[in-house]
């Protein structure tokens, strides 16, 4: 149950879980949360795109919760 809570605490955060299993003389799973950084530019650059009436969409295959921390972090409002 620790470490449920600890994955559901980090994917709200909106970071990206990663699982990793091994076998040997040890065996184990091994879990850990990675997150992209931000560029500094890029919610100028998204808003610079809006103004000129371009529609910005932030397309995916992370989380729900990743993907609407990164939306919001950078102004887009339809995230998939």
Same mark, same amino acid.
């Given at each position: 149950?620790e #470490? @449920?809570?600890?994955? @559901? #605490?980090?994917q709200?955060r909106?970071?990206?879980?990663?699982y990793?299993?091994?076998?040997?003389k040890?065996?184990?799973?091994l879990?850990?949360?990675i @997150?992209d950084?931000?560029?500094a530019t890029?919610r100028?650059a998204?808003q610079? #795109?809006?103004?000129?009436g371009i529609?910005t969409?932030l #397309?995916?295959?992370?989380t729900?919760?990743?993907?609407k921390?990164v939306?919001e972090?950078?102004g887009?409002?339809r995230?998939?």
């Amino acid at each position: 149950p620790e #470490l @449920e809570t600890k994955i @559901e #605490l980090w994917q709200m955060r909106g970071k990206t879980i990663v699982y990793a299993a091994f076998a040997g003389k040890e065996n184990g799973i091994l879990v850990f949360a990675i @997150e992209d950084p931000i560029r500094a530019t890029a919610r100028s650059a998204i808003q610079t #795109l809006q103004t000129m009436g371009i529609e910005t969409i932030l #397309l995916t295959g992370d989380t729900v919760e990743t993907a609407k921390r990164v939306a919001e972090q950078v102004g887009i409002k339809r995230f998939y």
